[in-house]
């Protein structure tokens, strides 16, 4: 399951930090101190995750590591917005975009500003979390990363429903559901369907609109995403 595969990425994680340590490798352990971040995010424990990140990105800023320093700021982001603090997530992923920026480093700002989008979306400003999101997909599109393009056509789909426009949020669900055939992404097809879903029956083809809710359930069942499940009914 995918939390045995978690509690695993832990331990080993913590190996790897024990070497670091023994080694002197500073570098090491700050990327550990986020990996072991981002596996407790994974479970679940917001609070730890945050804890290792703060710890990562004290390493990075001792030993002028500034992608780690990015890495960092964009991983608490993450970590915030899971626990709907969503104007610390800003700061974060503010700072993030800047490092990127001024990096050079076209995925950790694509990143950015789509954390940026998804934090704006769950503050209600939905205009501005259309920005971001637009200037996520340009990159996407510039880097020629198909798994993140089709994830940016899902926000900008979420968020324009939330602005009440269905039509246009179908358009960019199916370019997501598009993407997610082509690359055999089961679970990007499975939101794709089940944000269809929320779009038909928006406009009240409520008929297609269950047909792409089913879709969903069943995706959700082969791949064993209880949520999607939840959602699906």
């Known amino acids: 399951t995918r939390r045995s595969s978690d509690l695993k990425a832990v331990e ?3 190996n790897s930090l024990k070497i670091a340590k ?3 490798d500073r570098a090491r352990e700050g990327q550990t101190y986020g990996n072991l971040g981002n596996a407790y995010q ?3 424990d917001c609070r730890k995750a945050i804890e290792y990140h703060k710890k990562d990105l004290k390493i990075a800023k001792e030993i002028g590591d500034q992608a780690g320093e990015g890495r ?3 991983n608490l982001g993450n970590a915030y917005w899971s626990l709907c603090e969503y104007q610390k997530a800003i700061t974060y992923y503010e700072t993030h975009l800047k490092i990127a920026i001024k990096m050079r480093d076209l995925a ?3 990143a950015a500003c789509g954390g940026l989008g998804n934090a ?3 503050l209600g400003d939905y205009q501005k979390a ?3 999101h637009k200037k996520s997909l340009k990159i996407a599109v510039k880097i020629n990363d198909r798994a993140v393009e089709g994830r ?4 900008l789909g979420n968020a324009y429903q939330s602005l009440g426009d269905s039509r246009k949020a179908i358009k960019y669900h199916e370019k997501l559901l598009e993407i997610a055939i082509e690359i055999d992404d089961r679970g990007g097809k499975g939101t794709a369907y089940g944000n269809l879903g929320i779009g038909y029956q928006s406009l009240g083809d409520y008929r297609r609109g269950i047909e792409y809710h089913q879709k969903h359930l069943k995706i959700a069942k082969e791949i064993g995403d209880r949520v999607g499940e939840g959602r699906a009914y």
């Open 12 to 14: 080993y994680h913590e």
């Open 22 to 24: 023994e080694i002197g």
């Open 42 to 44: 994974s479970l679940g």
């Open 72 to 74: 960092a700021h964009g």
């Open 108 to 110: 950790g700002e694509e």
């Open 120 to 122: 704006y979306c769950s």
């Open 130 to 132: 259309i920005e971001y």
């Open 152 to 155: 940016v056509y899902g926000n």
